[in-house]
């Protein structure tokens, strides 16, 4: 590092060089997919590999429409993934963008603001209120400074810094001003560190698409090996060789729903569309649907359960306790003392107090429009606002005479005012540090000498003020006759108690993720008393709280053996967040992490799915997670566990829907080729059926509303598969009833006719499948429950479907196409009579079957 001048910095010839040794001030950027690498991605499925063998097996056979149909599907499917994964990237990047970083470094003599990532090792930077630090240093001048370092630490107070102590990199000046010399960039500060733990984590795949995939493997190799051992028996037993390799690329085709991919894309696609408008960008787009399968939420506390403003809660004289409403900078709350509101002017001890806090500041507020902005400390920031909340009259900046900064190791500022008719000092700082230059207090009854009683009295209130989360400060002031700033024979006045306020919407948002059988887990980097203190306000449930310390020396076991109680994790760092959250996974718990700063970016990335904040999150953090909160809004996390509750519900419904409606075809060809007649669909109806009629509803069953008891129930087992024995048995039932009505209904008609008969059997297997959705609508409860009509997307896609089977049968080009005749009235009644069924029984079932129970209470019957 070069040996920089205080007064002129580096010379340019100076940074040139250490660019070359240390490179830019920036972080490696993540390897981001370009857009061939994201088109690639959406082929990857082993389904999708299927259909693209298909597609070319028939193209082999001479077979294009077929090859082209199944061809369409795969496309579809690729596009619609990589729009809106491409999408979510882009969205990102214009995140980044929206930042311009730049600094004030001292180089050449003169003072110039240069963009961060010019910084290098050496420079000088200058350090005011309100400055974004741009990498590591050490000051080499400070007065009065604080840096808030919760990005970094989690720690939602300030923290006093002197000349040559450390400041970091992504951390803010609060107050003061400074002189560092920069000693680390990049990849080497602190923050830079945290990044590369982040990077170590590896790739993760979401649980939808470890679902699937299993799935798609056992539809795949069953659908094989049917193909296989069908075709084979058929040749065996003399049918024509070319037949039979149509009719298991027929079967192959009609076992293998070549709608999946794309249904699933789309319904997933629509639901990450819904979330945005609801502030909430999914990175993947199986990410919003991982959320809904979280059992646990582990939360950062600052910034993300509270506002990270300071604000004046408590204020405590002797006689007097006071009441303060409101929240953040704005000053619109008030005073109460017994429920009735106060201002300066009613009461002078109260006045006194204000006084002191607003006018021995250097932070003060500015309004844009309905909008307040604070400039300065965060602490003096809430009592600026305290003083507008009790109507003090503003000083005047001209009246201060003079000052004792704050230090820490005085901790208490001191300032000389000027009224009309007098000379004032007033004080502020530690309770303890004020109490000790005290000689008086006063009371609503004026002044008086301070007792040894009355000083015991400050100390308690004091700590029943901490003991609440409270970061508590006390006042003091006398008259200044001589003109002469001088800390001693103070009369008391108070205490107020400032707190980091939770967020007004989170409390509501804890108690319904609590309704959903969701647990909250706080880990934060701030005290054990203040955190404690948040979660009380929350209504979150705590019976034992850890630090980082405490944490370091349990054992994995102790750490499990923890985990099963409502625990509270403080003073943490970014490798234990890790920790903990590795732990939960161990127990099988599906884990949601939440956070902003560089500190939680490691955890957001080893979580199952990682949520971070778009508006005040870091870089690393946004670029750590799988999901991006754009209004940093904790309550949307909990309309997306719903959303993701949804869809995953609906994939469920449209995969048994599709599987059901497959089985019957499969049935059906298998049954005919056993007893030797001719086939009974061909392979281009049975495409008809499984990419245009079949696609379209199910598509439209994916848009199904969150059912009315979503939200009541736990969360789902993490082993919870798509089908279940449940679902396999509903679609071996289902399957083989409309395999064999199709059946009955085509050897029936076969006497007038093959091409008749056929016809009618395969319009019969569309009009079975469209009529048997409504079985599929909800898994538990009846249509009447749900309502008829409360899915018009799919009374739209039934419409439209069963039009088209209409044109399929009557209009000529696809009579051509499907090889099909016109049916009369006697054949739409048979299809009537075997429908009706499919649309009564499930009815019926449904509303004879109990309500499932909650797996708690089925766990405790076991028990």
């Not at 974004?132 to 808030?148: F, G, H, M, N, Q």
């Not at 566990?641 to 019957?664: D, H």
């Not at 209409?806 to 049916?823: E, G, K, R």
């Amino acid at each position: 590092m070069a040996d920089t001048s205080l007064q002129t910095g580096l010379t340019a010839t100076d940074v040139a060089a250490a660019r070359r040794t240390h490179g830019w001030n920036e972080l490696p950027k993540a390897k981001q997919a370009g857009p061939l690498r994201v088109l690639l991605r959406q082929f990857s499925s082993f389904l999708v590999l299927i259909l693209i063998i298909a597609a070319a097996v028939a193209l082999a056979l001479g077979e294009r429409i077929d090859a082209l149909t199944i061809g369409l599907v795969v496309l579809l499917n690729a596009g619609l993934g990589f729009v809106q994964e491409w999408k979510a990237e882009t969205a990102l990047s214009a995140l980044r963008e929206m930042l311009s970083p730049q600094a004030l470094v001292l180089r050449d003599g003169r003072e110039q603001v240069i963009a961060a990532r010019d910084i290098v090792p050496g420079d000088i930077l200058i350090l005011a209120p309100g400055t974004k630090i741009s990498a590591d240093a050490t000051l080499r001048r400070a007065a009065e400074l604080s840096v808030d370092e919760s990005v970094l630490t989690g720690e939602s107070v300030p923290i006093a810094k002197e000349e040559e102590m450390e400041v970091f990199a992504g951390t803010s000046v609060t107050s003061g001003r400074a002189e560092a010399q920069v000693t680390a960039t990049g990849a080497a500060t602190e923050f830079g560190k945290i990044a590369h733990l982040t990077g170590s984590v590896g790739t993760k795949t979401t649980n939808l698409q470890n679902k699937l995939g299993h799935l798609a493997r056992q539809l795949g190799i069953a659908a094989l090996l049917v193909a296989a051992g069908v075709a084979g028996l058929g040749i065996l037993l003399g049918r024509d060789l070319n037949e039979m390799v149509m009719t298991g690329l027929s079967l192959s085709v009609a076992m293998v729903p070549e709608g999946l991919p794309a249904v699933v894309t789309i319904t997933l696609a629509l639901g990450a569309t819904a979330m945005v408008r609801q502030n909430a960008l999914a990175r993947r787009l199986q990410a919003v649907e991982t959320l809904g399968a979280a059992s646990v939420i582990c939360t950062d506390k600052t910034g993300t359960l509270t506002e990270n403003k300071m604000t004046a809660t408590r204020i405590w004289t002797l006689d007097r306790q006071y009441e303060v409403t409101g929240t953040g900078y704005d000053p619109a709350g008030h005073i109460a003392w017994q429920g009735q509101r106060v201002r300066a002017a009613d009461d002078a001890v109260l006045g006194a107090v204000l006084k002191t806090g607003l006018y021995c500041s250097h932070a003060h507020l500015t309004r844009d429009g309905d909008t307040w902005h604070m400039v300065g400390a965060p602490t003096e920031g809430a009592l600026i606002t305290l003083g507008y909340k009790g109507w003090c009259d503003l000083p005047e900046e001209r009246n201060l005479l003079a000052e004792l900064p704050f230090s820490s190791a005085r901790k208490r500022m001191s300032v000389l005012y000027q009224s009309e008719t007098t000379a004032e000092i007033l004080t502020k700082g530690a309770p303890e540090r004020v109490l000790e230059v005290c000689t008086h207090i006063m009371t609503q009854d004026g002044i008086r000498p301070l007792t040894d009683t009355e000083r015991g009295s400050v100390e308690d209130a004091y700590t029943q003020l901490a003991e609440k989360g409270l970061r508590v400060m006390g006042f003091a002031s006398r008259s200044a006759t001589d003109h002469q700033i001088s800390e001693k024979d103070m009369t008391f006045l108070g205490l107020v108690g400032l707190i980091d306020p939770p967020r007004a919407e989170v409390r509501d948002a804890i108690a319904m993720a609590r309704s959903a059988g969701i647990r909250v887990v706080m880990i934060t980097g701030d005290s054990p008393i203040t955190a404690k203190a948040i979660a009380g306000q929350l209504s979150l449930s705590i019976t034992q709280q850890l630090t980082g310390a405490e944490l370091d020396a349990l054992d994995e076991a102790q750490l499990e053996a923890v985990l099963q109680g409502d625990i509270l994790f403080a003073r943490t760092k970014p490798e234990q967040k890790m920790r903990i959250v590795s732990a939960l996974q161990a127990q099988g718990q599906i884990v949601a992490m939440t956070g902003d700063g560089v500190n939680d970016a490691p955890a957001l990335k080893q979580a199952d799915i990682g949520v971070s904040m778009g508006i005040r999150g870091t870089d690393v953090a946004r670029d750590a997670s799988d999901l991006v909160l754009l209004d940093d809004n904790f309550a949307t996390i909990v309309r997306a566990i719903g959303e993701g509750r949804r869809q995953f519900a609906n994939v469920q419904k449209f995969v048994r829907y599709l599987l059901s409606s497959n089985a019957g075809e499969v049935i059906a060809l298998v049954i005919n080729i056993a007893v030797g007649g001719p086939l009974v669909f061909l392979a281009t109806q049975i495409l008809w059926m499984n990419l245009v009629t079949d696609g379209v509803t199910a598509v439209a069953l994916g848009l199904e509303k969150s059912e009315p008891d979503q939200m009541q129930a736990p969360p789902r087992d993490k082993e919870t598969p798509i089908l279940g024995v449940s679902g396999i048995v509903t679609i071996l039932v289902l399957g083989s009833y409309t395999g064999l009505a199709s059946l009955w209904i085509f050897f029936h008609l076969m006497d007038q006719g093959v091409e008749l008969a056929r016809t009618t059997a395969f319009t019969a297997m569309v009009v079975f499948e469209k009529v048997s959705v409504f079985a599929f609508r909800s898994l538990h409860l009846t249509c009447w429950r749900i309502g008829w009509f409360s899915n018009p997307f799919l009374l739209g896609a039934l419409v439209v479907t069963l039009g088209a089977q209409v044109l399929a049968v009557y209009w000529p080009p696809l009579q051509v196409l499907l090889h099909t005749v016109p049916i009369g009235l006697n054949e739409w009644m048979f299809i009537g009579a075997f429908a009706l069924p499919i649309l009564v029984a499930p009815e019926v079932l449904k509303a004879l079957r109990p309500a499932p129970l909650p797996r708690d209470v089925i766990g405790a019957e076991a028990a």
